[in-house]
């Protein structure tokens, strides 16, 4: 029988829908529950795609012994920390203070109160390594909060004291200027790795945002050492097993150093990033490989991730069926030498064992190995490699595909909308441009319906129950900010500023601080307020970067001096901690460089037009568009003329205008183009 998940539009919450667990959702009902029954909350957090959370739910929550013992002593919630990313982000910060570490399964014991007293992450049905059992852990807290009430409640008050005295005090502290740039730059120096690229060790997780903050840097300094960095990176990932060497696309992370074996899962939010980054790569050196990666990353977007509704699904599972009908993490990827005979004959599967590093004993598990370019195959037959990569596409075709996580997030189409938009633009492909279109209609349509407020997610078209967090408003108005450049149609600057206004009303707080949640959101133990990049942007310097962007589309004060404002946290952590910041040094380039406001009077999608997109001035914003009505969708537009009849770029920063041009080569010269 299902329970109440099953009336949830969550692809997470319904894969337990017919759990013996009796799961409630996150709800006032449920903490009533528990306060009747005068019984704690058992929290569990994960998501769709995550492989520990599919492990721990068919461990212990399909079990029908388990379950009775959780429904007997526990009112059990469960929560997609993809639909309710404000309450992740407070319970994982009391487990990581508790215990040194996250990550999902998140499982946390609560107060009536939702006061958290008891923390891990994944327990095994039986114990193992060190570590409790499932079962015992629930008879442990079942005991304390039984026998010792008093130091249960202790515990909880602790731990919400401490994590209330964890306010930011960063806001209004100043912009960051080059001095914190170059510490920045510094300390990305330290911390990059020479010999494979990125940053850090294992596992290794793709830098977009701060590869952004390097291609940015570069463009407005000539620093040759931070595009260096940025390139070989990318390079370094376009070659490794994190990238779907077959069908395009980059995988969650690297388990190790070397790029060579990913965690299979494809998120939307790395592959909209990292689309727009190779796109940005391109737009700098010219890279055939940049091109190729930027272009069959939209593709794998548009292909696998795109929704019946024009939106584009969150996520691809890693694990899938296997030859054997077993669940297996990365069974859809990976390749043994045998496979490759069976598909290709014995010579084209020599060639392709060597051009794609798949070796006997297997860089993966029992034999298998992860696709990527090694390098050492010498000169290769084009035509061939593509003739062999179009087969074993087709073989690969015939397998049980990954699961779909099918919510439609509207931060991560916010940053797909932004990729989309750019790619289309530089390479000529409108049906791009159009997808990104598409998506945006969706969010504008079902994510703000009727409330005139952001929702967070939606599924089949419906919009969800949950409110958009910071993100959500500065990743779309981003992505609305982009599409406008690109298709020339104000519609979207005026949506941008409706959410940017939002922005400003509900999550701005003392001296320029920003919230994850709005004013008028639900009160958790603590509001959520994170000014560091995880796997996306923050939300804080999404929202700085957009307000940005549309003071400088339209001048207004307000907004400018609330993006400045927010910028005093950029400036305290971007030199102590780059790599966690990369985002708001990728802003804080637009905000030294300007930025510069490009106007094109004359055709959208002209050789003006073009140019000013092609332009590499961090942060620069474009409007185009000719005739009377321009100046009413676009304010930089206003008073604009045509120079003899001609299309005209007038290129302005700092209040200070330079001489108007007709001229393409002149106006990327501008635009260090």
């Known amino acids: 029988m299902a329970n109440r998940l099953a009336q949830t539009t969550s692809p997470y919450l319904l894969q337990h829908a017919d759990n013996p667990v009796d799961w409630w959702p996150w709800s006032p009902e449920a903490f009533e529950e528990a306060r009747k029954r005068d019984v704690p909350v058992l929290l569990s957090v994960g998501y769709a795609s995550c492989h520990w959370c599919h492990v721990m739910a068919h461990e212990s929550f399909e079990d029908d012994d388990t379950a009775a013992y959780l429904n007997a ?29 996250g990550g999902w399964p998140m499982t946390v014991f609560l107060t009536p109160d939702a006061e958290p007293f008891y923390f891990g992450t994944y327990f095994p049905p039986e114990p193992r390594h060190g570590s409790p059992s499932f079962q015992q852990v629930l008879e442990g ?24 005295g964890r306010s930011l005090v960063h806001g209004g502290d100043g912009v960051p200027g ?6 920045a730059l510094l300390g990305l120096t330290r911390e990059y790795d020479e010999q494979h690229g990125g940053f850090g060790g294992a596992p290794k997780f793709p830098p977009a945002m701060v590869v952004e903050f390097l291609l940015r840097h570069h463009a407005r300094t000539g620093a040759e050492g931070a595009l260096q960095m940025a390139a070989d990176t990318c390079t370094a990932m376009a070659r490794g097993g994190i990238y779907d060497q077959l069908g395009g696309g980059f995988a969650r992370y690297s388990v190790d150093r070397e790029w060579i074996v990913p965690h299979f899962e494809k998120m939307l939010y790395d592959n909209a990033l990292l689309c727009r980054v190779y796109a940005h790569l391109w737009r700098t050196t010219g890279s055939d490989e940049a091109r190729r990666i930027a272009l069959e990353t939209a593709d794998f977007m548009v292909r696998e991730l795109r929704t019946a509704e024009g939106g584009f699904a969150s996520a691809l599972d890693a694990d899938s ?56 195959a010498g000169p290769v037959d084009a035509a061939r490699v593509a003739g062999v990569r179009a087969r074993l596409l087709a073989a690969r ?34 049906d791009l441009v159009e997808r990104a279109t598409e998506a945006a209609d969706l969010l504008v349509r079902v994510h703000l319906g009727e409330v005139a407020r952001l929702t967070r997610t939606s599924k089949d078209g419906r919009a969800g129950d949950n409110a958009g967090v910071l993100e959500d408003y500065g990743d779309v108005a981003e992505g609305f900010l982009t599409l406008a450049a690109v298709t020339g149609e104000g519609a979207w600057l005026e949506f941008a500023g409706f959410l940017l206004d939002i922005v400003l009303e509900q999550f701005t707080g003392e001296g320029g601080q920003l919230y994850d949640t709005a ?13 560091t990049d995880s796997a996306t942007p923050s939300g804080w310097t999404a929202a700085a970067g957009a307000l940005l962007s549309y003071a400088a589309y339209t001048g207004s004060e307000a907004h400018r001096t609330a993006a400045e404002g927010a910028f005093g946290v950029v400036k305290a952590l ?16 637009a905000l030294l460089d300007g930025p510069r406001e490009v106007a094109v009077a004359g055709p959208v999608g002209g050789e003006l037009h073009r140019t000013a997109l092609l332009g590499r001035a961090p942060g620069a914003v ?52």
Request: net charge negative.
């Open 622 to 673: 474009v409007a185009a568009g000719e005739g009377p009505g321009a100046g009413a969708e676009f304010p930089l537009l206003v008073d604009r003329p045509l120079l003899g009849g001609e299309p005209t770029a007038y290129v302005c920063r700092h209040f200070v205008c330079d001489a108007p041009t007709t001229d393409a080569g002149e106006l990327a010269a501008k635009l260090g183009g």
């Open 397 to 430: 075709d015939e397998r049980p595909h990954p699961g779909r996580d099918d919510k439609v997030v509207a931060a991560w189409n916010g940053l797909a909308i932004a990729a989309l938009a750019e790619t289309g633009a530089y390479f000529d492909r409108p």
């Open 141 to 164: 807290v079942t005991a304390a909060w039984t026998d010792r009430r008093d130091e249960v409640a202790e515990v909880a008050g602790r731990i919400v004291a401490d994590l209330a």
């Open 73 to 101: 002593h526990f009112v059990p919630v469960k929560v997609d920390r993809e639909e309710r990313p404000d309450v992740d982000a407070v319970y994982m910060e009391a487990v990581q203070a508790a215990t040194g570490h």
């Open 519 to 531: 004013h008028d959101a639900e009160q958790l133990i603590r509001r959520p307020q994170d000014p």
């Open 574 to 589: 971007g030199p102590r901690v780059p790599r966690f910041v990369g985002w708001g040094l990728a802003v804080a380039e």
């Open 178 to 183: 080059e001095s914190e740039v170059a510490q």
């Open 321 to 376: 069926e296997d030859a054997e009908g077993r669940h297996v993490e990365g069974a859809f990827y990976v390749w043994t030498p045998e496979q490759l005979r069976d598909v290709l004959g014995e010579d084209d599967a020599a060639f392709a064992a060597a051009y794609f590093g798949v070796t006997e004993e297997g860089t993966f598990e029992e034999g298998a190995s992860v696709l990527r370019l090694p390098g050492d």
